[in-house]
């Protein structure tokens, strides 16, 4: 069998790995009324990257790693490590608007609470002390900056308050992220779920 030849410039690119994580979403049903605050949002900021598809919605709790496929181990360990979990159901108040500014051509434009969701911080600090537990101790992470991803734009936009984004927390779903399947977006997977009390 003869190899590819090396032409240069036309290296095959690498595929960067996906990324698997716990995370918080918003219900089908309220989907439509969440774009539309969006698609208004980003208009009144005058944004114009590619907004992030509404399946990819979401507010990640824990970070599990990038992987080409996910691991049978740390999808069972972080199965069992949610499954251990019990709080109440809450809602999610998302009020404010701003750009993570980072070192590349676009940034984060997200949305997240004003003050602090007391139910929220407790579902972290919970979650984390079961991964702690079921061997995911290498991905708890005290630090927890919780926010909504937008989309990403060239535009930095300061810190502002919106018209509030609401929409209520009744599952916590473990989520295998496929990146870079279309212009700006990825494609989720939800491997798995667990309804809050």
């Not at 539309?36 to 507010?59: E, F, M, N």
């Not at 929409?167 to 989720?188: C, K, T």
Request: charged content about 20%; aromatic content about 8%; some cysteine.
């Amino acid at each position: 069998m003869s190899e590819q030849p090396f032409l240069p410039g036309l290296e095959v690119p690498q595929r960067s790995p996906d990324a698997l994580f716990l995370a918080l979403t918003p219900q089908v049903p309220d989907l439509p009324r969440i774009m539309d605050s969006i698609h208004d949002l980003r208009a009144s900021v005058g944004l114009r990257g590619t907004p992030l598809s509404s399946g990819c919605l979401h507010i990640s709790m824990y970070y599990l790693g990038p992987y080409f496929e996910p691991p049978k181990e740390i999808v069972a360990a972080a199965c069992a490590a949610a499954a251990e979990v019990s709080t109440s159901s809450f809602d999610m108040i998302l009020d404010h608007a701003l750009t993570f500014p980072r070192n590349a051509r676009t940034h984060p434009f997200v949305l997240r609470p004003g003050g602090e969701i007391v139910a929220l911080m407790e579902l972290h600090g919970a979650l984390g002390r079961v991964m702690a537990r079921t061997g995911l101790n290498r991905w708890v992470d005290r630090h927890f900056t919780p926010h909504m991803t937008l989309s990403y734009d060239r535009q930095i936009i300061e810190e502002r308050a919106v018209e509030t984004v609401r929409w209520p927390v009744n599952e916590l779903v473990l989520i295998y992220s496929l990146r870079g399947r279309g212009p700006g977006r990825n494609e989720h997977i939800h491997l798995a779920r667990w309804p809050l009390r």
